[in-house]
Every structure is written in C-alpha cells, then in structure tokens.
C-alpha cells in the first residue's frame, strides 16, 4: 500500500493527538472487559497477566488494534509528533518474552478473539513487514509466531466454515478475513499461498453469489461494522478488477442512485458513554473509509462516485471529532478506524 501526499498530510494533522490519547489508552488496565475462558477455579488471571503486551484498551483487540495505529504514525509521519514516549511504551509491551506469552495464551485457547482480533493481529503484524526500520524488525522476529498461530488457525477453521456471519460487530466473517489479507499476500510473495487461498476460496463460497443486498435494513444500534460494506471491501481485496466490479453491480444495483439510503445516512450516537451505543461512531467512520476506499478504485468516470465521495464525506464529519476527547468507551479503540480512513486502509 502507498500513501499519498494529501494522505500523509492528513495523517500528520492528528499524530500527535492521536498518539498521546492512545499511550494513555494501551496502559490503563482497567476496566477491562476479558474474553478469558477459564479451565479450572484457579484460572483467574488479570489482564497484565494474561496479556503482558495487550492488557490495556478494555479488550485484548483494541490494545492490538490501537498498537497497529502507533506504528503505522511512526512508519509514516514520524516527524509530526514526539515519538520518544511512543518508543518507550512500545519497547515495553513488544518483548520477545511478552510476545511469546501472548503466542501460547491465542495457541491454548484457538478460538479466542476469531475472528475480529485475529485480522487486526494480522494488520499489526504486516505493518511491520512494510516497515524498514532496524525496532520494527525486531518487532517483527517477535511477533512472527503470533502471526502463524493465527494463520494456522484460520487455516484449520475456514474450511469447516460453512456459512458466514453476517453482522455489524466482532464476529462479522467479512471483515475478518479483510483484515487479514495483506498478511496473506506477504505470506505468498515468500512462497506460501495457503491463507490468500483459503480467504479467497471462502469469500467467494460466501459472498460470490450475493445479489440485491437487504442494506436497507442497516444499521442495528450496536453495529460499528456495516454488513454490506465489510463484503464490499473483501471482495474488492480477492476478485480480479473485473470480477468485483461486475459482482458489485449485482450486489449494490442502485448505487448509481445513490441506494439504499440507509447506508449514505450517518448513524446518531445518543450517547458516547454506553460501550455499545458508542459503537456507532464506528460504523460512522468504517463506512467514511469503505466509501472512499471504492471511489478510489472505480473508473474515474463512474457515476457512483460523486455519491460515494459525498457519503464519505458525511459519515466522516459526524464521527471523526469523537477520536479523541470524547469518552473512553470511544476512545479505546475508534483511532483504529479513524487511521484506516485517513491512510486508505
């Protein structure tokens, strides 16, 4: 993936912003909402224990999400904020030795954070490939068995996938996989194409029929992921150019027309405070970096681009302001999204 100028220029404008909200943020413990499945009554560890590098942010997949933003600050605009602090806090948590920790708890536990974690996980993990800087190398040896557990997982579990989840939150199928595809291309340009296979062979099993989708009924009140838009942006990742837009006609016919409604209209967020109604800030801001990304890849003279740009630019206005200075239950993870719409993905 390149990065554009005006890209950059954005990026630069919130860096230092962002970066201090998220040291806060990846070091607060607590409250924390753990995904632990315990084994016997003495199982009963804290956060830091359980997860010396991705303990704080609420969630094991916010810290790992919100970890992937500060890298990708210091791989690309490192000049526009102090990075001293940034340094030391990731030195801290990005340890061979908590690293490996986090490699047994997701290998003794292979359905934990699948598989929402594990396609930010693997988007952590690639930033890294892309990143030619002595620390992030050693980043990188660190965190490579993090990777193939999850690789190894997927692996074992796309094929007796059946069917997809089709839903606005952690366990939405699309996403996941999405999320996870530059992964799976680093992985086949050193010869192993096993992932970028499996993902494909189960997004076109999945969604490769999928026509007249129902959006209309978008959004549900806790979504931060659009159902439609998560197909829309996997299926422009695995099918040939051709292909996706041929099956986007299918899927999304009234685009042109700037249809359905529902996903150019803004979700409202009553109240930033309930983790869940927060959640629409999300979708808001997810939705602002789909619309874009598909302009961005449509013919330039393609009709539905006005609308897309124009949906972007909506749904970006009424949620990027709550990254920072909102509330935590926002706070804790929304830069995440917030860097995918600005840096293109």
């Known amino acids: 993936?390149?990065?554009?100028?005006?890209?950059?220029?954005?990026?630069?404008?919130?860096?230092?912003?962002?970066?201090?909200?998220?040291?806060?943020?990846?070091?607060?413990?607590?409250?924390?909402?753990?995904?632990?499945m315990m084994i016997g009554p003495d199982d009963r560890p804290t956060p830091r224990e359980a997860h010396p590098a991705f303990y704080g942010c609420?969630?094991?997949?916010?810290?790992?999400?919100?970890?992937?933003?500060?890298?990708?600050?210091?791989r690309l605009v490192p000049h526009a904020f102090d990075t001293t602090e940034t340094l030391k806090v990731l030195n801290a948590h990005l340890t061979p030795e908590n690293l490996a920790q986090e490699t047994a708890y997701l290998r003794s536990r292979p359905r934990f954070e699948r598989p929402y974690g594990w396609g930010w996980a693997l988007t952590?993990?690639?930033?890294?490939?892309?990143?030619?800087?002595?620390?992030?190398?050693?980043?990188?040896?660190?965190?490579?068995?993090?990777?193939?557990?999850?690789?190894?997982?997927?692996?074992?579990?796309?094929?007796?996938?059946?069917?997809p989840i089709r839903m606005g939150m952690h366990s939405?199928?699309?996403?996941?996989?999405?999320?996870?595809?530059?992964?799976?291309?680093?992985?086949?340009?050193?010869?192993d194409?096993?992932?970028?296979?499996?993902?494909?062979?189960?997004?076109?099993?999945?969604?490769?029929?999928?026509?007249?989708?129902?959006?209309?009924?978008?959004?549900?009140?806790?979504?931060?992921?659009?159902?439609?838009l998560t197909e829309i942006d996997l299926m422009s990742l695995v099918l040939e150019r051709e292909e996706f837009f041929?099956?986007?006609?299918?899927?999304?016919?009234?685009?042109?027309?700037?249809?359905?409604?529902s996903l150019f209209e803004p979700a409202f967020v009553s109240d930033a405070s309930d983790g869940q109604l927060a959640h629409l800030h999300g979708l808001n801001v997810y939705r602002a970096f789909v619309w874009k990304h598909l302009k961005d890849i449509l013919?330039?003279?393609?009709?539905?681009?006005?609308?897309l740009e124009a949906g972007s630019d909506v749904h970006a206005k009424a949620s990027m302001g709550a990254v920072t200075g909102s509330d935590y239950m926002v706070e804790h993870w929304l830069a995440c999204y917030a860097i995918l719409y600005l840096s293109g993905g």
Not at 12 to 34: F, G, K, L
Not at 176 to 188: C, D, E, I
């Open 246 to 261: 041929t099956w986007l006609d299918a899927f999304l016919p009234r685009l042109a027309f700037g249809e359905p409604k």
């Open 193 to 228: 194409s096993r992932l970028l296979t499996a993902i494909t062979k189960a997004a076109i099993q999945w969604y490769g029929a999928d026509k007249d989708y129902p959006a209309h009924y978008e959004p549900s009140g806790t979504d931060f992921l659009s159902p439609a």
């Open 1 to 36: 993936m390149t990065t554009s100028q005006p890209q950059k220029a954005a990026l630069e404008q919130v860096a230092s912003t962002y970066a201090d909200s998220i040291i806060h943020s990846i070091q607060q413990e607590y409250p924390n909402q753990m995904q632990h």
């Open 124 to 163: 952590f993990v690639h930033e890294l490939t892309v990143w030619e800087d002595e620390t992030a190398q050693r980043w990188l040896e660190a965190a490579r068995p993090l990777a193939d557990v999850i690789t190894d997982g997927f692996l074992a579990w796309l094929p007796k996938a059946t069917y």
């Open 299 to 307: 013919p330039a003279d393609d009709v539905r681009r006005p609308h």
């Open 58 to 74: 609420f969630d094991w997949h916010s810290s790992v999400e919100l970890h992937w933003v500060l890298i990708r600050l210091l």
């Open 172 to 191: 939405n199928s699309a996403f996941g996989l999405a999320r996870s595809v530059p992964w799976a291309r680093y992985l086949a340009t050193q010869g």
